[in-house]
DNA sequence: TTGTAGGCGTTATCAG
DNA sequence: CTGATAACGCCTACAA
């Protein structure tokens, strides 16, 4: 039933030019500088190009420019609102630039990300942004020595290929405990991991570092290591954390994200214990289903659309401005009282 | 502090083949046919390669062999994570054919998604997964009638200029509400919105299919429109239906996707009415959070991920087999009962 | 205003 | 294995 295409992808300028009688370059002309061309030419140009369906080679175009019009952007995981949100703030600044963005999801495993960034090189991107399995893995150090500007997003470490930005976590799992602490919490679970992933890290350092300086035991600051921070993960540290003996049970737990938080939050509830009741919970991010669950969730903030804007904006600089410096761009969380913390 | 990039992109196969003392064609070779190089000079050159930095310009490549090794799905919003397991399914077949997946979020905007399709086409992409903003836009009939492959993903409609991969959402609104029905539940409303999207007018005929199959009075299903399908919209709706007086307020509510489900949990229990007991609830896509909410959602599952799969199957099989002939394939939802309906 | 002639980097071909 | 050469499609000088 269906027809054959009328063209696949034939025509080139060369072709328009023939069939509408005028030469190559004034092809090129109507289409890079139609004030160069008498407005009669120009339109029976213009209209044997809607004949033929005539598309620009975007290769030829980059071959001879050298370089493209599009960012990147790297996710750890394209499910996790988080990013979707960063991904938002991206997309705003670079609609500003007139520059269009792709999504690459790694899904956390390092062999996708090396090649999404091996091909995004060889497309010759404009800039990279990305949030790195790894921030001191090899290649992506590689492919900034080569002249790919990238930012890397969520990060706070110090690093010297490239621009940063990200947000103190440091100071976002201080403010987290502080605030349990201060709701008369002595026996806290910290849930995340792997420790390996540099935020987690982060914000249990702020964690213990607040537990500390009110002079609480470390022994009652319950580590309940995740494999990843998902939804199921978080159910599963509720099952743990169920298994306790009652005199050893944290009555608190500072979720390393609200994906975690939300699965913790379900698997209590489910099992009949109270929020805030028998537990109290704080997430971290802050995503909307955050304050949409039904125990809206405590949640440490992050300015996840700046966050998108700023690295953009980077990037940008960095592809533009000969002069640019790279920068370590840091902002500050802020924490949201819920119901879950009462 | 930092240092100024080794190379910016500069090192050609012409630069590595003076380097190496060899000529073009045998780096052209170390890179597409190993095998006839000796293995002497091959290591020679790839050292040289690793000495100057040299990247493949995919560009050139691109030009001359006319197409690339990129799919693209373009998604009407990043942020649903219902889209988001879709394209998990469209990975893991790309994966299998040694593609690479970028995502492109048109946000709901038919100009983003405009600028998407013109870019994509431009770059010669292997192939184009869609969840359009409207399938009957005719840029996206022409970008396929021009030869890209495009698989339209999410909708039900008979389209000829396309394969479709789509779920029977009559059938999917016909089993919520049956469901609700079963249940006893003689007022019910009918959450989502705009109608003028597809999946929402086709939900909405099932339920009304149902409904009167069921010999109750059409007056007795209220419509609540929305526009938009997400968690603020919920909330709002839920705002209106406690502004009903109560002789005529529904005693159960189906919405046209899980956001929805959500935010009207969340305002209901928020605002003191219990869920099921005030209000029965039914969702639509199974998303994670909805098992997820601390009263876990009855939802309409889709097989999102098999949909990803198969769409992106389609999309190969066009772009490869010369006999390809356009499809539509169908599958079948299922309800998922949870606690909100009890 | 229009036409013509390189050249961007890669790959493939063909004769040595 | 080398070396030379011709595309791929586009853009921009420069020349007419």
Redesign the pocket.
């Known amino acids: 039933m269906q027809e054959a295409p009328v063209s696949v ?9 023939a069939a509408a ?13 139609p ?4 407005p ?3 339109e029976r140009v213009e209209r044997v190009m809607a004949e033929l369906g ?8 980059q ?4 370089r493209s019009r599009t960012l990147a952007y790297v996710v750890l995981d394209a499910g996790n609102p988080f990013f979707t949100d960063v991904a938002a703030g991206i997309d705003d600044a670079a609609d500003d630039a007139a520059l269009s963005v792709v999504l690459c999801n790694s899904a956390n495993r390092a062999d996708r990300e090396a090649a999404h960034l091996t091909r995004l090189e060889q497309q010759r991107v404009q800039g990279i942004l990305i949030t790195p399995v790894d921030p001191d893995a090899v290649a992506l150090h590689q492919v900034a020595r080569r002249g790919t500007p990238i930012v890397v997003v969520d990060r706070t470490r110090r690093l010297e290929d490239f621009c940063t930005v990200a947000v103190d976590d440091v100071l976002g799992g201080r403010l987290a405990v502080e605030h349990l602490v201060g709701r008369g919490h002595r026996r806290v679970a910290v849930v995340g991991g792997p420790t390996s992933i540099g935020q987690v890290h982060d914000r249990y350092a702020g964690a213990r570092a607040a537990w500390v300086d009110a002079g609480l035991d470390p022994a009652d600051l319950v580590p309940l290591e995740t494999v990843a921070m998902t939804v199921a993960e978080g159910r599963s540290a509720g099952e743990r954390l169920a298994g306790l003996p009652s005199r050893r049970r944290p009555t608190a737990a500072f979720c390393a994200n609200d994906l975690l938080a939300l699965g913790l939050l379900q698997q209590s509830i489910g099992s009949g214990r109270s929020v805030p009741g028998d537990l109290a919970i704080v997430g971290y991010d802050d995503i909307e289903f955050a304050a949409a669950a039904a125990v809206p969730l405590t949640s440490v903030r992050q300015p996840r659309h700046q966050l998108g804007r700023t690295a953009a904006s980077l990037v940008l600089d960095e592809s533009t401005n000969p002069d640019h410096r790279h920068q370590q761009v840091t902002f500050t969380p802020e924490l949201v009282a819920r119901a879950s913390t009462l």
């Open positions: 992808h034939s025509a080139s300028v060369k072709d328009v030019a009688g005028v030469s190559l370059g004034t092809v090129s002309n109507v289409l890079n500088r004030d160069r061309v008498s009669a030419t120009r005539f598309v620009r080679n975007e290769s030829a175009r071959l001879r420019a050298g």
